[in-house]
């Protein structure tokens, strides 16, 4: 997310471009709009999935996060 911030400076001025100043930069709101709806969607997925591997994690399929030998068996993600 950081770093697509740091890129929203440079696509920032390619969709708000001069030209579109009498529209009142339609092309460029658009593509705000889009930019939302596509986190918004991204975050959806997120939560299905998280809640998905919290379930196989309940039901003794999965131990989340289970890189080392510390891993925690209680370990659930949050949403």
Known sequence: MVGFGGVGGIAGSLVFREQ????????GMYACIACAALNVLLV???????RRQNRK????EKLLE?????ATPDF????
């Not at 959806?44 to 998280?50: A, G, K, N, P, Y």
């Not at 659930?76 to 949403?79: A, D, L």
């Open 76 to 79: 659930r993600y949050t949403y």
């Open 20 to 27: 579109d100043k009498m529209t009142g930069y339609k092309p």
């Open 57 to 60: 994690a309940d039901r003794g």
């Open 66 to 70: 289970a890189h080392d030998e510390d």
């Open 44 to 50: 959806l997925l997120v939560t299905l999935e998280f």
